[in-house]
């Protein structure tokens, strides 16, 4: 099993749409959260963390966190064409490693 | 407030020969990670230094890479010799301690002929 999973995608969404990424982790113990942007031929680019199980809000971007569940989930309210990036969790462990998934590919349709 | 300095940005080189990456994290991080992304895939963590100190080395493949952070602030990252598979995009980044959240730099685009 993967550290950290996401699905790769593509996922296509029309504009004005919820986009909804999911991610999964296997340490129990890990205790923060991160989704970062990365498009293409940038680095990865911070858009949330989150720490507490429940959901966290900033703008159109909110962050799902199921610490029972072992999942993160990253919501894109009203998504736009800009939003078409790759989507990459990061899980940092119990041991303060960061990992990362191999992202999840966002086309937001016009 | 600055962000997180790389350079190169762009490298290429032919196989065997020696390469270096220099990185200067934001100002106030001591934390400081050095990721390998190949395409495709998500960053895939080399090392990871606390100040000076190599907390986290167990990926870094050390019969070829070597890397320092002399002062606990800039560091450096060698590969020597180079190999095909090596080519990718090398990442660094820091955050304040780690329990920080992490920036990442614009990275260095390595390409073994």
């Known amino acids: ?110 | 407030e600055a962000g997180v300095v790389q350079s190169p940005r762009y490298k290429i080189i032919e196989k065997k020969q020696p390469v270096a990456f220099w990185c200067n994290p934001i100002s106030g991080h001591n934390t400081l990670y050095w990721y390998l992304q190949n395409l495709g895939q998500g960053p895939e963590l080399l090392i990871r230094y606390e100040n000076e100190e190599a907390v986290d080395d167990s990926q870094l493949p050390k019969d070829r890479f070597s890397a320092e952070r002399l002062k606990g602030v800039d560091s450096t990252l060698k590969i020597q010799p180079a190999e095909l598979g090596d080519s990718a995009v090398y990442l660094c980044a820091s955050s304040r301690g780690t329990s920080g959240v992490p920036f990442f730099g614009p990275g260095t685009r390595l390409t073994v002929l």
């Open chain 1, 1 to 110: 099993q993967k550290e950290v999973e996401q699905n790769s995608g593509p996922l296509s969404v029309p504009e004005g749409a919820i986009a909804s990424l999911n991610c999964t982790y296997s340490d129990r113990g890990s205790q923060s959260f991160f989704w970062y942007r990365q498009y293409s031929g940038k680095s990865p680019e911070l858009i949330m963390f989150i720490y507490s199980n429940g959901d966290k809000e900033d703008g159109r971007f909110t962050a799902q966190l199921n610490k029972a569940s072992q999942y993160v989930s990253l919501l894109i309210r009203d998504s736009q064409p800009s939003d078409s990036a790759t989507y990459l969790c990061a899980v940092k462990s119990s041991g303060d490693k960061l990992t990362f998934g191999t992202g999840t590919r966002l086309a937001v349709r016009p």
